[in-house]
């Protein structure tokens, strides 16, 4: 089984900065397809973004393109978000997931992680 345990939210004032991490135990994820995904309160689960175990594929919404950063560092089994130039509509809480595979269509569907961590809260004030 795979845990997935995120954490490096908090409360930060607009155009500031977080990073996310997400560490993976149970089994070693290396060849997994990594991803974030967000829920603001009242709204559905969003796609933010995905790398693949090399990272030599990566994907990010539109709503966060130019901003976040998605790596990962298979030694450790950790991926990260890095947020800069944050927005108070980036408030949310944030999740990590894992899948073993992927194609170029479905990276975005949270119907494709059968891993999930629990979420850490990030706050964006104005």
């Known amino acids: 089984q795979v845990q997935l345990v995120e954490s490096g939210g908090g409360l930060v004032q607009a155009g500031g900065s977080l990073r996310l991490s997400c560490a993976a135990s149970?089994?070693?994820?290396?060849?997994?397809?990594r991803s974030w995904f967000r829920q603001a309160p009242g709204k559905e689960r969003e796609f933010v973004a995905a790398v693949n175990w090399s990272g030599g594929s990566i994907y990010y919404a539109d709503s966060v393109k130019g901003r976040f950063t998605i790596s990962r560092d298979n030694a450790k089994n950790t991926v990260y978000l890095q947020m800069n130039s944050l927005k108070p509509e980036d408030t949310a809480v944030y999740y990590c997931a894992a899948a073993s595979y992927y194609t170029s269509s479905n990276y975005n569907s949270d119907s494709l992680y059968p891993y999930w961590g629990q979420g850490t809260q990030v706050t964006v004030s104005s």
């Open positions: 149970g089994r070693t994820i290396n060849s997994y397809v």
